[in-house]
């Protein structure tokens, strides 16, 4: 393993599909609710180590708009508890910024309200510029997204292409991904940030999100400063 100082080039945007959360409740003969509280100490100390090394935005994939619509209640209060409290704990830290992208509004209204309410008082605080930023999509997928874009784009008094395209978009205020990160062994996007990902490094690994260690995050920025990025070119 190299020194971490040595790494040559640090991405300035790195994104997660922190996968396995249920996958370790079974493993571990642990809670669904325990479990995703472990997946958002996780997902203090992944942010930490990139504001560590200098990477100035973090994104984490919450819920997709299919999983809220497809899985059971029981299994989704528990997690939204923990990304809420993920995101608590994120907006509290001096100097990061918490921008929340999605449709909290159109959440299932099986989820406790308290929760909701939560959500829309983060993300009305929330902007997506500072030294370092810290995003979560929830209730998001590509479908949505591309539907958020027609409705803006009919919506604005403005020619489109001098509004920008990117704008439009539902996950406006995401920067483009350097570095994708997606934990758990299954190597696909499961529509999150098609456009932001369009000349990303995909990085996939086996391990659970709960089991990403400092050693897996080197191993990965090591990856990434070995790729040659042309951007199409």
Same mark, same amino acid.
């Given at each position: 393993?190299?020194?971490?100082?040595?790494?040559?080039? /640090?991405?300035?945007?790195? *994104?997660?599909?922190?996968?396995?959360?249920?996958?370790?409740? /079974?493993?571990?003969?642990?809670?669904?609710?325990?479990?995703?509280?472990?997946?958002?100490?996780?997902?203090?100390?992944?942010?930490?180590?990139?504001?560590?090394?200098?990477?100035?935005?973090?994104?984490?994939?919450?819920?997709?708009?299919?999983?809220?619509?497809?899985?059971?209640?029981?299994?989704?209060?528990?997690?939204?508890?923990?990304?809420?409290?993920?995101?608590?704990?994120? +907006?509290?830290?001096?100097?990061?910024?918490?921008?929340?992208?999605?449709?909290?509004?159109?959440?299932?209204? *099986?989820?406790?309200?308290?929760?909701?309410?939560?959500?829309?008082?983060?993300?009305?605080?929330?902007?997506?510029?500072?030294?370092?930023?810290?995003?979560?999509?929830? =209730?998001?997928?590509?479908?949505?997204?591309?539907?958020?874009?027609?409705? =803006? +784009?009919?919506?604005?008094?403005?020619?489109?292409?001098?509004?920008?395209?990117?704008?439009?978009?539902?996950? +406006?205020?995401?920067?483009?991904?350097?570095?994708?990160?997606?934990?758990?062994?299954?190597?696909?996007?499961?529509?999150?940030?098609?456009?932001?990902?369009?000349?990303?490094?995909?990085?996939?690994?086996?391990?659970?999100?709960?089991?990403?260690?400092?050693?897996?995050?080197?191993?990965?920025?090591?990856?990434? *400063?070995?790729?040659?990025?042309?951007?199409?070119?």
């Amino acid at each position: 393993m190299k020194e971490r100082s040595s790494i040559a080039k /640090i991405p300035k945007h790195i *994104a997660f599909i922190p996968d396995g959360n249920r996958r370790k409740a /079974i493993r571990d003969g642990i809670s669904i609710q325990d479990t995703y509280l472990v997946g958002a100490k996780k997902g203090l100390e992944v942010i930490g180590w990139c504001r560590e090394l200098g990477v100035k935005h973090w994104t984490g994939f919450g819920a997709s708009h299919e999983n809220i619509l497809k899985r059971s209640h029981e299994y989704m209060i528990p997690f939204f508890g923990g990304t809420l409290q993920l995101c608590l704990d994120v +907006a509290k830290i001096p100097g990061v910024t918490l921008h929340i992208f999605g449709d909290i509004v159109g959440i299932s209204n *099986a989820i406790p309200s308290d929760y909701k309410r939560e959500f829309l008082k983060l993300q009305r605080q929330g902007r997506p510029e500072g030294k370092f930023v810290v995003h979560v999509g929830i =209730n998001y997928s590509a479908s949505a997204d591309l539907r958020a874009f027609a409705g =803006n +784009a009919r919506r604005t008094t403005q020619d489109v292409m001098s509004v920008g395209l990117h704008d439009l978009l539902m996950s +406006a205020g995401v920067p483009d991904v350097d570095l994708l990160v997606r934990t758990g062994g299954k190597q696909r996007l499961s529509g999150f940030l098609t456009y932001q990902l369009r000349y990303s490094e995909l990085y996939f690994l086996p391990e659970l999100w709960s089991d990403f260690s400092r050693a897996n995050f080197d191993r990965a920025l090591e990856w990434y *400063a070995e790729q040659d990025r042309n951007f199409g070119e």
